[in-house]
């Protein structure tokens, strides 16, 4: 009787509503069970990818801008806010694009598991700790996790991701070194990994990825010298090396890049001997080029101002020596020009003032002499003109009163005479 009447007290009384976060931990155990008798690359039914992406969601510490108040039962998965599925297979995501959020947590695990996922995008938040696993990924094409603050190494395992277009891990805090394997993904256009604390050389198998348009490897610890293998991406426009450790003289394999190479930034290592001759007629398509902070010696080439489409031209800090020729005239679309801190002499060239578009002319801390040449007062759009610490002498022209778009002008620690008005 004791026993009957404790089943009949159980039998009437209220259920206790269970925590959500435990209905979830049971589905996914279930899942996961399941997933262990089953392949890898077995379809899920349309409701799994849905728990993936509420697994994730716990995951986030911080949503200042309440993105996943919407992230509920009560909108299929597919209609939640940064989600979209594919329409061949329903149910199934196919880009996650939560970029810009501020949020802030873990990146899960359970990211890993949305194996139709051809877009992940979680750049600029603040997440912190490992990148999610990548195994079972193989249909991901644009991964970009960039603006974070992961930890980590690169995984090997990124290799497995085949289909991979553009990857994005630039600004976080990854760590050792460049997989040589990541040289696999035969359809990669993009590999940004700039500013990260990444340490090694760079892969000379980079250069077999020949849809390569884009590589950033730009301010890390790398060291060793460019290798000669990224001659091999004739593809490529935008090459950014600069802020390393890189040393050797100027990478003569660019020159195989004639056609495409438009932004050269190999700024801030320890680049060192002379500028090659032919620099300006072999890469005549740079729009950008940034050598300065390195240990350049020797004359800028003549052939410089062959490459008529340069706006921005760096070569400041660095040992360069001799003259500017007239040949800087021609450069007419050149928008940014510094050549300060190096060793050069001799008088300013006139055709400095045919180049109408600069914005920002720097010759400081050189060894030029001779007057300022008042063909400067042409540059009707220059805001920033340092001609400080040279030999300059004479009347400061009075054509430099006509620049009226100039908010800075140092000519200090010269043998100048005269007023500026």
Known sequence: MFYISQVAMASTRPKRPRNPAVLLLLALLQLSLRASKINCATLHDNNTDALWLQAFRHGIKSDPSGWFSSWNSSANHCLWPGVRCS?????????????????????????GNLTFLRTLNLSTNGFSGRLPPLNHLQKLQVFDLSRNRLHDNIPYAIANCSSLREIDLSRNILVGKIPPKVALLSNLSLLR??????????PPRLGNITSMRRLALA??????????????????????????????????CLFNLSNSLQYLSLEFNMLS???????????????????????????????LGNARWLQILQ?????????????????????????????????????????????????????FEGPIPPALGNLQLLSYLDLSQNNLEGNIPIQLGSLTSLYKLDLSSNKLTGKFS
């Open 193 to 202: 990994l700039s500013r990260n604390n990444l340490t090694g050389t760079i």
């Open 315 to 367: 070569l400041g800090n660095n040992n360069l020596t001799g003259t500017i020729g007239e040949w800087i005239g021609k450069l007419t679309r050149l928008q940014y020009l510094s050549l300060q801190a190096n060793r050069f002499t001799k008088t300013l060239p006139s055709s400095l003032g045919q180049l109408t578009q600069l914005d920002t002319l720097n010759l400081g801390n050189n060894k």
């Open 87 to 111: 329409r061949k297979h329903p149910g199934r995501v196919v880009a996650l694009q939560l970029f810009g959020l501020n949020l802030t947590g873990r990146i899960g695990s359970s990211i």
């Open 273 to 303: 001997k002379e500028l090659p001759p032919n620099i300006g007629d072999d890469l005549p398509n740079l729009q950008l080029l940034l050598l300065n902070d390195n240990i350049f010696e020797g004359q800028i080439p003549a052939s």
């Open 219 to 252: 301010y890390n610890k790398l060291t060793g010298s460019i290798p000669d293998e990224l001659g091999k991406l004739t593809n490529i426009w935008y090459l950014a090396l600069g802020g390393n450790r890189l040393s050797g003289g100027f990478p003569g």
